[in-house]
């Protein structure tokens, strides 16, 4: 029998939402690419969504007494470093990737961590419910339809995007981890800075920086800063404290998605037959997940992914 899971229901919607942002991004990370270096513009992007989470965090704790438990905050920092770390090892192992691959097979590689992710569950003893197979080969079957036009032939990019793949499949189950152990905004604040710092430290090594540039893209560098970096990952944080890693894994993969429809709107791009296959068979596989999955128990305790 089909169970609605109302209890997390929020934040799967919050999840597609996330999701939604991320997709349309592409587009500002394409404009902006064409005045930054990719490193230039993620040290930008983050440090601009760690500013704005910092600002708003000051707002909301004017009244608020000082939290004074150390032994919470050295929590907060390590599980922000980690999560950051893996955020920056994905983007930057995705980035050298792209340099001797196409953008169609690394957005492949890349939306295997929705595979990954059950299979890296199993090996933590997670139980893992058919239906989220299910749903993580249907969305793996629609991103090939969206992303690979041409005859697959293997580069030694596609092994760099690979290894990033693994790091953003980290990155969600690190996030899953800590979101229900320490303070949600917070970390995604720090974990922002933290991805900011090591792309400003590439940036200096490989890149040119100038004030130019950043001026050119500052419109790609505020959607792409306060919305995908600052707001995006603020509202995955939120929907992971209460959906498990691999669900929530397949409903994020509709970046692909949203992207392809942001691409077909903002910039022309044509959808072909195949591509809008590709977004069926991915959409069928978020609903499989939403429909069938386990439900949550009303004592609150969330069924094992």
Not at 71 to 86: D, E, F, M, Q, Y
Not at 125 to 152: K, N, P, Q
Not at 219 to 243: D, K
Not at 285 to 290: A, F, K
Request: net charge positive; glycine share 12%; aromatic share 10%.
């Amino acid at each position: 029998m089909i169970k609605i899971r109302t209890r997390t229901l929020t934040s799967e919607l919050l999840l597609l939402l996330a999701a939604f942002i991320w997709g349309t991004t592409f587009v500002a990370q394409r404009t902006g690419m064409d005045h930054l270096g990719p490193f230039t513009y993620n040290g930008c992007r983050f440090g601009l969504g760690g500013l704005s989470l910092l600002a708003f965090q000051i707002l909301r704790n004017r009244n608020r007494p000082p939290n004074r438990d150390g032994t919470a905050r050295k929590n907060l920092v390590v599980a922000g470093l980690w999560v950051g770390l893996a955020l920056f090892a994905g983007a930057t192992f995705q980035q050298m990737g792209l340099v001797t691959t196409t953008a169609g097979k690394g957005g492949f590689i890349t939306g295997l961590y929705v595979v990954l992710i059950p299979i890296i569950g199993l090996f933590l003893g997670h139980r893992i419910s058919l239906s989220i197979w299910i749903g993580a080969a249907l969305a793996v079957a629609g991103l090939y339809f969206l992303c690979i036009t041409d005859e697959i032939k293997i580069e030694r990019g596609d092994g760099f995007v690979l290894i990033g793949t693994l790091f953003w499949a980290i990155h969600v189950l690190l996030v899953g981890h800590f979101a229900r152990r320490v303070e949600t905004f917070s970390l995604a604040m720090i974990q922002l800075f933290v991805c900011s710092a090591c792309s400003f430290v590439c940036a200096f090594g490989w890149e040119t920086l100038t004030l130019s540039g950043i001026a050119a893209a500052v419109i790609p560098i505020l959607y792409g800063g306060i919305l995908s970096a600052g707001v995006a990952f603020s509202i995955q944080i939120f929907g992971q404290r209460t959906c498990p890693a691999a669900p929530a894994a397949i409903i994020m993969s509709m970046e692909t998605v949203f992207a392809a429809l942001a691409g077909w709107i903002v910039l022309g791009e044509q959808l072909s037959a195949r591509n809008l296959i590709g977004c069926t068979l991915m959409l069928a596989g978020m609903l499989v997940v939403q429909l069938f999955h386990p439900s949550v128990e009303t004592t609150g305790e969330m069924h094992p992914c």
